[in-house]
């Protein structure tokens, strides 16, 4: 029997794995987590509107009717090409699992631009746990300044500033103006409307990656919910207690004591070890370079595949979920062509548009040529990312905790957890 | 404007503050957390069947629309009873807060019965955490089975040992032997069906609360679904290998590799801190005494309530929901009572009765004469813990989440979080 392993059970693995459900191969789905995370709403998660369960879901239940897959919690620890095994640690230890293709999905995590001691400070979004440190310091800013005499303290405690303004820091930095307009009433001393939202941009845009007009109607968007967008700054240090930003007038210290880094992306590190073992070229993000089918150059039995991936002789593909599930699908065709002794052709990326969403009700849509802002784009959104939650149940208790928090204004999931409760 | 301050968010001390709502008083409501987590249905997070979300409400949130209440993320440092200060290490630094009254509702933590070195492996249910950390220690085991070539490792791995079987532990017992049974078609290798559910109890009865017949109703109940209850067994020792159990027959160690602990209960150690600044008693599980009218003796303004009270003169009362929430509201009668410079009777508990359930559509009830079991009674369970669940968002999320579950046998919230997913 064929034997795929697949590394990663990020939206790329996963249609990898599922694509091959008829396909006579023994599947082996390597993941360091026991669940599947849906990235695109993880800052939900990171603002209290959702829990942990409603965008995470077991890998082992995804699987549970596909009797070809093995599901295995553990960490790659290298590749061993020549012998066609990969050494994995799992809970139990090093085991070892052969293959006769293997498939890679690394995806990405966040560039902190040489400064990785950022990191401690600006949590990211890529993980559940990053999700849930964002949510325990965005709580724990307005729980401080509920006790805060000193007004120019308990400003900085109401002073957030969101990195980069990629998708992920526009929604970010609109669920925060809305958290802090929401939770108004909670609150005796602090005055959560005062709360100021900076969105720090390099770029003279915000959504760079959509058409101009739309950013201009997404910044806007943003002033209205209370969001102060800045473009044409960089980030050039950062602490606990402030943020240095650079534009053209020169550098200015905002006092702010919560920063959350949503500022471009470099490939998951497997990238590299991967490239280093089969002597495949990076570039400038870490992105292993690979063939126009997604192979590895000189192993035809490797593929790589989503957000770490770079197709030589294409233009970069944006690390989005659609990029991933494509090549993931793509990833399975070529496998079950190869059984059957039949080539396929290479793969090539279906752009369906782009879609970010600013706050309740208001998005923007760039679906070729049909440009959109405002509810309808905002449904769109709504309709899209709860039809690819993955599973029954979570689509229908994500619907009806969106329909109750959008009446109600309520944010059920304001749990401030683990061992940071308290100083 | 007479100051009231509440040390605990939890049944009692929330129901002190909602019945205050109308008297013309200044509530300060101290806590460690910033939510109150509804702790009957703790062992449901540590299964994987309901979100912390769902059992968990920001106090925030609660008290939004009572004017009167000032909530105060916060841990308790000492008693100042002669300044009428309470003194709090807050998220900025200690903070003192000046009183008129004073209710304490501290609360209760499980007794290891002089082995806190136990609580490291056998984890308990009184805190969210303590909840999330079962639920990693299951999954840990069902992934580790997967691996597990050995077939004596495997066994252990799949064997769980709860200690204690009020009602809490043959809640937790039988969730786990659903789960294994639920989730047999998740695993490839590891047969979750041969998982051994031990409850070890140290009297001679299971939910010894309840009447004989009951009781043995519920060991009937528990076996059906694949728990062995083992009664007249102590358990002398423990680790993360095996634990030691103590019959008429001897000893024998059994190996398990997951133990959860749910036995005995002891007052939370803020009693025993106001007991010394008061000069009031303890018994024998570290209870402070207290008047009939619940204030601590030499103090009228000291009002303590909840798990962590035994009222002098009277028998001691079971540490649950109930009793706590009629002390909180008792609490509140009396601070009205003395401010309208009128007397109040003395405290009077109303016993309602007993529940406990046992697994999916199976409880036990002893309700004032009225004694059921099977699924009426889990019916009872279910609209009861449905109704006590506070605020409407949960009740109805998880009423829906719940009746998923039911009919398709599914665990969404079935993650491993926090730093212990990798060895």
Known sequence: MHRVVIVGGGFGGLQAAL??????????????????????????????????GEICYPLRAIFRGQENVRVVMGEVTGFDLDARELPVRTVLGEERFPYDTLIVGGGSKYNYFGHPEW?????????????????????????????????????????????????????????????????????????????????????DRVLAAFPPRLSARAFRSLESLGVTPLVDRMVTDLDDESVLVRSGDGEERIPAKTIIWAAGVLAASIAGHLAAATGAKTDNVGR?????????????EVIAIG???????????????????????????LVRARLDGARAADFRYVDKGNLATIGRARAVADLKGLKLSGFFAWLMWLLIHLWYLIGFQNRLLVFLRWSISFFTHGRGARLITGDEHMP
Chains 1, 2 share one sequence.
């Not at 849906?38 to 939900?44: E, T």
């Not at 401080?144 to 900085?156: F, G, K, N």
């Open 19 to 52: 694509h091959l459900r008829r396909a006579d191969v023994e599947i082996t789905l390597v993941d360091r987590r026991n669940f599947h995370l849906f990235q695109p709403l993880a800052y939900q998660v990171a603002t209290g509107a959702l829990n942990p």
């Open 119 to 203: 990191q401690h400070v600006a949590s990211e979004l890529k993980s559940l746990e990053g999700a849930l440190h964002i949510r325990s310091r965005i709580l724990r800013s307005l729980e401080a300044a509920e006790v805060e005499e000193d007004p120019a303290q308990r400003a900085a405690l109401l002073t957030f500033a969101v990195v980069g303004a990629g998708p992920t820091g526009v929604e970010m930095a609109g669920q925060i103006a809305e958290i802090a307009r929401d939770t108004r009433r909670d609150f005796r001393l602090a005055d959560t409307e005062k709360a100021r939202v900076l969105l720090i941009e390099a770029g």
């Open 307 to 333: 957000d770490m991936v770079k197709v030589r002789s294409e233009p970069p593909y944006p690390g989005v979920a659609p990029v991933a599930m494509q090549m993931g699908r793509y990833a399975a065709r």
């Open 288 to 300: 292993i370079v690979v063939e126009p089918d997604l192979t590895v150059e000189g192993h035809p």
